[in-house]
């Protein structure tokens, strides 16, 4: 057991709070029983996992530590305090994890058909990217392309808030330059948001493969990005407020595709029942 605050793999596993040892490292890391499940069932490389004896008192976080020492991988039983020093919650449960990261090659996806993905450029929050991660998962987008100077979807408050849906998100990164060339390749039409835009965002009619490009949560998208989107939606608003948070905003899209897509389906099956 690992007692001992000083201990070489203990001091770089508290380094990965910061970005540039998470980007060299291309590590990361979790706690907690439903992201470290979520990360171990969709088989994420787990470089060790972590935990503390004397917090860990769920039968399944057990079974997932003798699950993965079956299979030759690492674990660190460490004491409450080396634990307590690596953890970020109240109440830690005792398990956690280092992980590799994993991101997709733009110039290797090839959109298909049905396929939905989001865009964002410059998002600064990783509590936003966390939230749009997980709320994509939900509605069956397939991932997140992060376009030029965006935040580390890795950063331990994006981590917390994708709960988990990170793990099942294609990641990708790219200069808005490759953005550009790889819907032109691919001819896949790109829907942006303004609150200029002719089209409701509830009326429009989505494509059946499409991205969905969102802006920056101080400068909303540019004149770039406009002059590269097929249509440009707008959520209406009734009150004083004159935008809405990123996050948000993305989920009432996405759902807003995702119930148009749920509808079609519904009224093909009523109509293959007749």
Known sequence: MITSLSNPTIKQIRKLRE???RQQSGLFFIEGLRIVGEALASNWQIEYLIYCPTLLDSLFGLQ???KYQAGNGKVLPVSEEVFYSLSSKDGPQG??????QYWSDL??????????????????DPGNLGTILRTNDAA??????LLDQCTDPFDPSSIRASMGAIFN?????ATFQQFVYWKKIHSIPVIGTSDKAPQDYH???????????????RHGLQEKHYAICDETVAIPMRGKSD??????????????????????QMKQEDGDNL
Request: hydrophobic residues 50%.
């Open 203 to 217: 009326f429009y009619k989505y494509p059946s493969r499409m991205v969905l490009l969102m802006g920056s949560e």
């Open 95 to 100: 398990i956690a994890a280092v992980v590799h």
């Open 169 to 173: 998100q294609v990641l990708i990164k």
């Open 107 to 124: 110039e290797k996806t090839v959109p298909v058909d049905g396929e939905v993905w989001v865009a964002l450029d410059s998002v600064a």
């Open 64 to 66: 997932m530590i003798e």
């Open 243 to 264: 935008s809405l948070n990123l996050a948000v905003a993305t989920a009432l899209c996405v759902y807003e595709i995702f119930n148009q897509r749920r509808v079609r």
């Open 140 to 145: 069956g987008v397939r991932g997140v392309i």
């Open 19 to 21: 970005r540039k040892e």
